[in-house]
């Protein structure tokens, strides 16, 4: 949850990558993909939606983690997948 919230996009790759589970909440009931989420809002909303700068490294870091996680998310919850629960 911190990797997410801090914008640590390498670090949220690998947990994801280490089966990390993505399926947690914290105490306001937010999970990783709700945060990855709010963090992309934001970014966008700070920027205007424009590209530039640091604002856009920034979008395409958050783009890249709500990617990661609504992949692994959509992996576990799969019929075709491994049984691995993440």
Known sequence: MLAVTQ?????VKLLVEKNANVK???EDMHSPLHLAL???SSASC???????????E???AAVAMVTQ???????????FS?????
């Open 82 to 86: 491994d049984g691995i629960t993440l």
């Open 46 to 56: 700070r920027h205007g939606g424009q590209s530039g700068d640091n604002g856009s």
């Open 58 to 60: 920034v979008s395409i």
């Open 38 to 40: 709010l963090r992309l």
């Open 69 to 79: 996680l609504v992949i692994s998310i959509v992996k576990v919850s799969s019929p």
């Open 24 to 26: 947690v909440f914290d």
């Open 7 to 11: 914008g640590h996009f390498d670090v």
